[in-house]
């Protein structure tokens, strides 16, 4: 007997089943279904992500334009402060602000993934330096 290599024995696979199926009766052979992964939201799931989409938009850019005011009046051009020391505090206070403030407004920060709590911080810096910019203008 010579080694099958994995190419060759998945060849002779099919032939296995085909000679097996031959022997049963087609009524009795079970096909394996396939499994959707993707899972069907009714149409009250996609209006209620929807609208929390929209409020965890509005909340995270008013806290970045509150960020960006006080920030302004707090510390001014900023030239005596590290930046990026400042960006760290502005996202770790608002990020415990929003984990307070959305079971609030019906929204489950337990279901939030690493993208969730990216995209609404992001929003955060993005208006928290936008609004300081415009102010320094």
Known sequence: MSKQNPKSKSRKEPAKIAEATSEVPAAKIETPEKKSFIKERTPEEKQKE???GIIKTIVASLLGTIA?????????????RIWY???TI???????????FYPQL????????F??????EFIVIDFFLIVWTLLLN
């Open 50 to 52: 929807h609208r929390d």
């Open 68 to 80: 960006g005011v006080l920030c302004f009046y707090l510390y001014g051009t900023g030239e005596d």
């Open 85 to 87: 020391a400042v960006l």
């Open 90 to 100: 502005v996202i770790g206070i608002t990020y415990y602000i929003q984990k307070i």
């Open 106 to 113: 019906n929204i489950s920060t337990k279901e939030f993934k």
């Open 115 to 120: 993208k969730d709590w990216f995209y609404v």
